[in-house]
């Protein structure tokens, strides 16, 4: 069974930093595209950062360039991302998710194979 399992979410002031973490099993983690997504109230979710299977690759959605960093660990079966300087915007519910390697130009857009559950991530002004 696979699961994948966020941790990190919390409340922060804004400029403030947190570290979402995804401990990933039931599934060969190092074959797997990961990507982060967010939904904020009455929003749909939306992709946030996407890594390749091998982490050569990323894909940042524009609002989050330059603050946020997606890396992951194929030791451990986990995927990260640190939210930096953080803004009242970037408050919504985070969710990892994997998707079988794709490869081309959009290697990063849905469909995604797994979902967490997602964690919450609170930005105070």
């Known amino acids: 069974q696979v699961q994948l399992a966020e941790s990190g979410g919390g409340l922060v002031q804004a400029g403030g930093s947190l570290r979402l973490s995804c401990a990933a099993s039931g599934l060969s983690f190092s074959n797997y595209n990961m990507g982060w997504f967010r939904q904020a109230p009455g929003k749909e979710r939306e992709i946030v950062a996407a890594i390749t299977w091998s982490g050569s690759n990323t894909y940042y959605e524009d609002s989050v360039k330059g603050r946020f960093t997606i890396s992951r660990d194929n030791a451990k079966n986990t995927v990260y991302l640190q939210m930096n300087s953080l803004k009242p915007e970037d408050t919504a519910v985070y969710y990892c998710?994997?998707?079988?390697?794709?490869?081309?130009?959009?290697?990063?857009?849905?469909?995604?194979?797994?979902w967490g559950q997602g964690t919450q991530v609170t930005v105070s002004s």
């Open positions: 998710a994997g998707a079988t390697a794709r490869y081309g130009r959009r290697w990063y857009v849905p469909p995604y194979d797994y």
